[in-house]
């Protein structure tokens, strides 16, 4: 079966620009999950959707959001970047809510 | 940040040596779940344990869920050149991914 899928891979921004990431989950998994990778602050969880709901939320600031579509795809956007939102952002997937899912290979956002 | 105790941070073993390392917590966790980084990719997921006092193999790798659900250990036996990586634990609290991840083990095998 194909595996998570991620656009961009890479991506280098300013600061002050917005951003979106793409995931694109397994066929058949209706709930994805974003996460925030940093040599810092190591993995840390930013959202999950299952149905199209946002089900649960990391401990992230408001500027970070996301959205799914009725395909299951799901879309991350970062407003107002900062140095520090530099990182690898990974999505999951997995067939139902909860679900430790299926990880894709990351987008890695570089700011400037 | 971390809400999980890692260690050790690296290890440098020999090829065909036994690897251990492990995950404590403040906090209780009702899964724990093991994944391996490789460069460039995502985690991939190892092992997942549901229950205290699971003990849980997967080929040359095995994991225990601790009795008081505050901990974790993952085994490698038998290392070979492709087992390196970085390991990283998680634990799951509740019935979502709201996971928490140690900062993980990096292993180096020597051929």
């Known amino acids: 079966k194909a595996g998570v899928t991620q656009t961009p891979r890479y991506l280098i921004k300013t600061r002050g620009q917005q951003v979106t990431l793409s995931c694109s989950p397994i066929s058949g998994h209706r709930s994805v999950s974003w996460y925030q990778q940093t040599p810092g602050q190591g993995l840390q969880f930013l959202f999950e959707?299952?149905?199209?709901?946002?089900?649960n939320k990391g401990n992230f600031p408001g500027r970070f959001s996301g959205r799914q579509f009725s395909n299951s795809r799901s879309e991350m956007n970062v407003s107002t970047l900062e140095l520090g939102d530099s990182a690898l952002y990974l999505c999951?997937?997995?067939?139902?809510?909860?679900?430790?899912?299926?990880f894709g290979p990351g987008t890695r956002l570089t700011v400037l | 940040g971390q809400q999980l105790n890692q260690s050790p941070q690296s290890m440098f073993i020999q090829e065909g040596e036994d690897v251990s390392m492990n995950c404590t917590s403040s906090s209780i966790f009702n899964t724990w779940l093991w994944y391996k980084q490789d460069p460039g990719e995502g985690p991939v997921l190892l092992i997942a344990l549901y229950k205290a006092g699971e003990l849980t193999s997967n080929g040359r790798l095995t994991a225990q869920f601790g009795i008081t659900r505050k901990d974790s250990f993952l085994n490698i036996s038998a290392s070979i050149p492709s087992d390196v990586g970085i390991y990283f634990c998680?634990?799951?609290?509740?019935?979502?991914?709201?996971?928490?991840f140690g900062a993980g083990t990096r292993l180096t095998v020597k051929p």
């Open positions: 999951a997937s997995s067939p139902s809510f909860g679900d430790s899912g299926d």
């Open positions: 959707y299952f149905s199209e709901t946002q089900r």
């Open positions: 998680a634990g799951q609290l509740n019935n979502n991914n709201d996971m928490r």
